[in-house]
């Protein structure tokens, strides 16, 4: 049974909607719920983004080094792609790891194993990252917080495995839209008849020891419940901010979905991903990232980091940029770059995440580590230490086997 599923019904067992509060109380609030609390946005690169037209250009390269050009950033001796002028302001804030070096070359493998730190397995399914910071840091906030400690902006996000249904993520669909089913078809005493016999068909099925299955349905109606009763969904609402703000971040789905990003970390939300499509550049890569991808990439992530930095949220704010994988160094005869997990490039920032500064090197062509070759499992190891989750921490599958939430990765020490 999925989560969607079981959010499907909600028109239809929902409670009465909870009259609108002033955001600011709302932030207030969630300022004293968010005391010693760490935060996490992951922005999804869905295709495998190009190192070498980003963050790694090698513009001394007569093959591989493409149409783009470095420029400065705030960093002296710091250069990324110029068609990212917005973020190179901000470049002090953020660091590059150059030297990612991972082993899966086909798009949901590197999906999965950028979620999670794992291969696929048919034994298992791993929880992804974001589900594991819901599961460790989500009920730091308490029982009573009302929206869900997991949010995935712009694409489906990855499975909870068997950390169960209550941690699977909250999806968004369209930031720029009304969200879905937090509105009921029916009011009033009917409304409040439908959940108490929801109520008690639940509580016997559970009763009967059916299965975990049957106590995470009851646990996402519950939890959705509550959500939906409360003041707290205005975070989900970007009509509420400035059109100043809006045209900062970008009208685009990931420009909107980067500012309700920040919105729900200022709420208290654990964890958001947003994702950003259309990196599988197989042909013709420089025209699509000079006139689509990089100028969106560069409005929001630039927004993003500055908005976070002026509020006071970037220290306790993790900012990740990742794909499932780079692109090859050599352009292939249709002017695209094609698969590349042997070396490649992501970045971070916030959550005491040191800025500025850039880890390990690939040689003058792109094709090889040089310096400090970073792994996926060192890379969950640093997130986890920036978040404030022991690495050492270790789950028991249903199988009764041990799962390591970091196996065999250490924080890269330089940015910790």
């Not at 009573?144 to 068997?162: C, Q, Y």
Request: glycine share 12%; proline share 6%; hydrophobic share 35%.
């Amino acid at each position: 049974m999925s989560r969607r599923h079981f959010l499907g019904h909600l028109a239809a067992t929902s409670m009465a909607p909870a009259a609108a509060t002033f955001l600011g109380s709302l932030r207030a609030h969630a300022q004293e719920l968010r005391r010693n609390q760490k935060h996490c946005i992951l922005l999804w690169m869905g295709g495998g983004p190009s190192q070498l037209d980003t963050w790694d250009l090698k513009p001394e390269s007569p093959r591989n080094g493409g149409e783009f050009r470095p420029i400065d950033t705030s960093v002296p001796g710091v250069k990324i792609s110029e068609h990212l002028p917005t973020v190179a302001r901000q470049m002090h804030h953020l660091s590059i790891v150059r030297s990612l070096s991972t082993s899966e070359g086909n798009h949901d493998r590197g999906t999965y194993l950028m979620h999670t730190g794992y291969q696929p397995n048919p034994t298992v399914v791993h929880p992804s990252f974001g589900s594991i910071c819901s599961f460790e840091l989500g009920p730091k906030l308490g029982s009573d917080f009302p929206l869900p400690h997991f949010v995935s902006i712009n694409r489906p996000g990855e499975s909870a495995g068997f950390l169960g249904m209550s941690h699977a993520p909250f999806v968004v669909n369209n930031p720029n839209g009304q969200i879905e089913n937090l509105r009921p078809s029916v009011g009033g005493a009917r409304l409040n008849r439908r959940v108490q016999l929801l109520g008690l068909v639940e509580d016997r099925f559970i009763s009967q020891n059916r299965g975990a299955a049957a106590q995470g349905h009851a646990d996402v109606y519950g939890k959705t419940l509550k959500m939906m009763n409360s003041s707290y969904t205005r975070a989900f609402d970007l009509s509420d901010e400035p059109p100043t703000v809006r045209d900062a971040y970008g009208r685009s789905g990931f420009g909107a979905g980067c500012l309700m990003a920040r919105r729900l970390v200022q709420a208290g939300v654990t964890f958001v991903e947003v994702g950003l499509g259309g990196w599988d550049n197989h042909d013709d890569i420089f025209r699509v990232l000079r006139e689509q991808r990089l100028p969106e990439l560069d409005q929001g992530l630039g927004a993003l980091v500055a908005d976070l930095a002026r509020l006071g949220l970037l220290d306790d704010t993790l900012i990740v940029w990742m794909g499932e994988f780079g692109r090859t160094p050599r352009i292939n005869q249709n002017g695209g770059r094609d698969h590349w997990p042997r070396s490649w490039s992501v970045v971070l920032g916030g959550a005491g995440i040191k800025g500025g500064q850039v880890v390990g090197a690939t040689d003058p062509d792109g094709i090889d580590v040089v310096d400090r070759q970073v792994g996926v499992m060192d890379l969950i190891a640093t997130m986890c230490s920036a978040l404030g989750i022991n690495v050492d921490t270790e789950y028991t599958t249903p199988l009764g086997r041990p799962m390591k939430v970091v196996d065999g990765g250490s924080p890269i020490s330089e940015l910790i």
